[in-house]
């Protein structure tokens, strides 16, 4: 099992950037998958991004393609998501997750741990 903490979100006027990171706590932090999601009022968590457990393989949501960068420094145990050029429909909690594969991909049921969120809003 990894704890997981995020940090980072905030409020931001559109077309402004936050980085928004997640530690992790226990062991083996580079054998974890990670990844992601965000859950805005009344709508359903939805996948955001992912990246593989080296950091050479990353996925994105269409709605934050091009927008938004996953990366990951297993030597601080940490993954970010970079967000650039937000838009006030990017307001949600942002969750991170952890995998105990390869690469969890967009389906929130693969991943076994999850932090507490973030929220992010995005003002027009």
């Known amino acids: 099992q990894v704890q997981l903490v995020e940090s980072g979100g905030g409020l931001v006027q559109a077309g402004g950037s936050l980085r928004l990171s997640c530690a992790a706590s226990?062991?083996?932090?580079?054998?974890?998958?990670m990844g992601w999601f965000r859950q805005a009022p009344g709508k359903e968590r939805e996948f955001v991004a992912a990246?593989?457990?080296?950091?050479?393989?990353?996925g994105y949501a269409d709605s934050v393609k091009g927008r938004f960068s996953i990366s990951r420094d297993n030597a601080k145990n940490t993954v970010y998501l970079q967000m650039n050029s937000l838009k006030p429909e990017d307001t949600a909690v942002y969750y991170c997750?952890?995998?105990?594969?390869?690469?969890?991909?967009?389906?929130?049921?693969?991943?076994?741990?999850w932090g507490q969120g973030t929220q992010v809003t995005v003002s027009s």
């Open positions: 997750a952890a995998a105990r594969s390869a690469y969890g991909g967009v389906r929130a049921s693969n991943y076994n741990d």
């Open positions: 990246i593989s457990w080296s950091g050479g393989s990353t």
């Open positions: 226990g062991r083996s932090f580079s054998s974890y998958s």
